[in-house]
């Protein structure tokens, strides 16, 4: 049994832990990039606890999901403000985009020599400037993910700068900044925190460490999404959603994702749709044909037995199937009304680009079982 496992240098969970930056990032360096999301506003309570401990700061904030043309943009901002730290605080585009930056700032040349897919694929050669990572929502895990998912739009794809160097120096992981998280931003975040448990569980690369994070990540999102979904104000479901994410990043950074994460990867780049809703419209379709594809070329796989696992993990029920686990997560995404591919634009003419791109993907990698172009457009088909 060969494997590695790989997460940021240091991990600070629970309520309160946002008073920790400060003091934090005072040992890294003494000027700040704060990459936030689509305002600072909320980043008020952490540019105070900076500069209580001395830090100077500078802002960026990033507009939707960040672009080559934005990590670009912060990039440049962090050399000229001369930041020696760089700090995401937001949801996963935010931290995304801080790890792309601090990444640039120490290694030479373009955004695009270092990319996968559309890029030149280069290793990156020197360690990252020192970042912190605090996530606001509860689903991507981007705080100990050893990549920077960034969106082309002239490519109309999303990609990933990837390498061990990405992984932040800190994660700060305070649930009490996701208690003001719409219900429906709440509904998204989860099921993508719960494909993200679900995925590397059955995927190739699974092992001992990952397997574990993921059980627990499971029953997190089984007993308590919909009661963060709706009651926002309830502090154990927070943190126990929180709790989830950071056990999923732990996981897909590790063991890899599979069908689900390879199909949002072009949607994203190519509909207006935000990742968590793609992830959630795909889930138990891709669950389905995975199933169907396993029962029938790979009959006595051991993935099967790890699919009842899932369904006994999200039901509570030591007797559920396979079936049953594909019910419970099609009921859910009803319950939170989460929307059809259709509702961002998806049509039958864009299912040949999209299944190419989706079987292209890094993360189809660790799909279960290699999906035919057949069995990749009734994914879509079903989720229109």
Not at 10 to 36: D, H, M
Not at 173 to 195: E, F, I, K, N, Y
Not at 338 to 355: D, E, N
């Amino acid at each position: 049994m060969n494997f590695e496992f790989a997460t940021a240098t240091r991990i600070l969970f629970g309520p309160g832990t946002l008073r920790e930056a400060g003091p934090i990032a005072k040992a890294f360096g003494q000027r700040a990039l704060v990459v936030t999301g689509q305002t600072a506003r909320r980043a008020k309570p952490l540019l105070a606890t900076l500069r209580a401990a001395g830090v100077k700061c500078a802002t960026f904030a990033i507009e939707g999901e960040p672009t080559t043309a934005s990590v670009r943009e912060g990039t440049q901002r962090a050399r000229d403000e001369r930041c020696d730290v760089v700090i995401g605080f937001g949801g996963g585009s935010a931290l995304d985009a801080a790890k792309a930056i601090a990444a640039l700032l120490t290694n030479g040349g373009d955004l695009l020599d270092y990319l996968e897919v559309i890029g030149r694929g280069k290793p990156l050669t020197a360690p990252s400037a020192p970042c912190i990572a605090i996530p606001t929502t509860a689903g991507s895990g981007a705080e100990v993910t050893r990549n920077a998912v960034i969106g082309s739009p002239r490519h109309r794809v999303k990609v990933s700068l990837r390498s061990p160097f990405i992984l932040p120096r800190a994660a700060i992981v305070d649930p009490t900044l996701t208690r003001d998280l719409p219900r429906q931003a709440t509904a998204h975040c989860g099921l993508d925190a719960l494909s993200q448990l679900v995925e590397p569980f059955v995927s190739a690369k699974a092992n001992p460490m990952t397997d574990a994070f993921c059980r627990a990540g499971i029953r997190l999102v089984a007993g308590s999404l919909r009661r963060a979904c709706e009651h926002g104000d309830d502090a154990a479901a927070r943190e126990d959603m929180s709790l989830a994410s950071l056990l999923g990043g732990l996981s897909l950074a590790n063991a890899g994702l599979g069908a689900v994460h390879g199909f949002a990867s072009p949607l994203g780049g190519m509909f207006p749709a935000p990742h968590g809703a793609v992830c959630a419209a795909l889930l138990p379709r891709v669950m389905e044909v995975n199933l169907r594809a396993l029962r029938g070329r790979r009959p006595g796989s051991e993935t099967l037995r790890r699919y009842d696992e899932v369904a006994q993990l999200l039901t509570g029920d030591s007797r559920a199937t396979t079936d049953d686990g594909v019910v419970w997560v099609s009921e859910l995404c009803a319950s939170l009304e989460i929307a059809p591919l259709r509702a961002y634009g998806v049509k039958p003419s864009h299912f040949p680009a999209l299944v190419e791109k989706a079987a292209a993907a890094s993360s189809m990698k660790g799909n279960p079982i290699l999906l035919s172009r057949s069995e990749l457009r009734e994914i879509l088909e079903r989720c229109l």
